[in-house]
């Protein structure tokens, strides 16, 4: 039974998640305001908020584990998993926009951050804020290269009849989907961890990681079948900085967050291991499918370590 409500609330969180998003653009739209600045907070912060559902309650509860790594495993599925199987689909990628030059800070800075902080085992309240003020920092660079997420709206809201009470109604639901999606979901891999007898950190890294992934895949998915490598790129960065500011900062505000760097070392490291590749790739421009099966073999190796953890 448990394994059907993780299944259910799990739909319902990213479900929810895109009716947020879809009524937050119709809003933004009806209001004149840019699809940049649309695509550069909706959308980037959007595609993240099912993480960050999943951590803050996952904090509430008293359940660090889950809620960090939730981010890690995050951080390692949106590069090893959707670049890798991008790459792979895709031929003759080549963004525009210079993705070395212009992005490679806000790639690595966040994780970085999280090593320094988190060395003491625990990612206190102050700390959390200054994460928030990270993302905000990180906006404001967004604004002042505003060919970042060019592209990323739905073109089809642009033609609809604005609807207050439709959108107003959708909304709601998509909120309520949301928050009691992320509360069942942690609730359930909590329970599904004790069943099985593994540690809520593995539940973290791997179900609800690779769950609340999946909004950046079918982005970047779709993305590929239109061409939009810069899409594709900056999606997975925006929604990286957003894990690890926004999720990771909400969630150390709500409660400290302790984090087992010795326990956990492979993982983290990982996902340092995995953004580090990301930004050589970047500057190298090797957007092919040899990345791509490099990027794969990352996350098969994850996913062999942790089986033998079990």
């Not at 060919?147 to 033609?159: F, R």
Request: charged share 15%; hydrophobic share 55%; proline share 2%.
């Amino acid at each position: 039974m448990e394994y059907l409500i993780f299944l259910v609330s799990m739909a319902a969180l990213i479900k929810g998640a895109d009716y947020v998003i879809d009524e937050s653009e119709r809003i933004a739209l009806h209001y004149n305001i840019s699809h940049f600045v649309i695509g550069a907070t909706i959308v980037a912060l959007g595609t993240s908020l099912p993480e960050m559902a999943a951590s803050v309650f996952a904090s509430l509860n008293g359940k660090s584990d889950l809620a960090v790594s939730n981010v890690i495993g995050s951080t390692i599925f949106n590069i090893a998993l959707v670049l890798g199987v991008v790459f792979i689909i895709t031929k003759n990628m080549a963004p525009k926009r210079d993705m070395f030059a212009e992005d490679s800070a806000w790639a690595l800075f966040p994780i970085l951050v999280f090593l320094v902080i988190g060395f003491d085992g625990e990612i206190s309240r102050w700390e959390g804020f200054i994460y928030i003020l990270m993302m905000g920092a990180y906006l404001l660079f967004l604004t002042n290269h505003a060919d970042a997420l060019a592209g990323e709206i739905d073109e089809e809201l642009t033609s609809e009849v604005f609807d207050w009470k439709r959108t107003g109604l959708w909304l709601g639901v998509g909120f309520v989907m949301v928050v009691v999606g992320a509360n069942f979901t942690v609730e359930s891999a909590s329970t599904i961890a004790r069943n099985f007898g593994v540690s809520e950190w593995l539940i973290g890294l791997f179900l609800i990681a690779l769950g609340t992934s999946l909004p950046e895949l079918v982005v970047s998915v779709q993305a590929a079948k239109k061409g939009n490598a810069d899409m594709i790129i900056g999606n997975i960065i925006g929604s990286n900085v957003a894990n690890f500011t926004v999720v990771l900062g909400a969630a150390a505000i709500v409660s400290p967050l302790s984090v087992d760097f010795t326990a956990n070392a492979f993982d983290i490291m990982t996902a340092l291991i995995v953004t580090v590749m990301m930004v050589f790739i970047a500057a190298n421009k090797l957007y092919n499918r040899s990345s791509g099966i490099v990027l794969l073999l990352m996350l098969a190796l994850v996913l062999g370590n942790s089986f033998q953890a079990l």
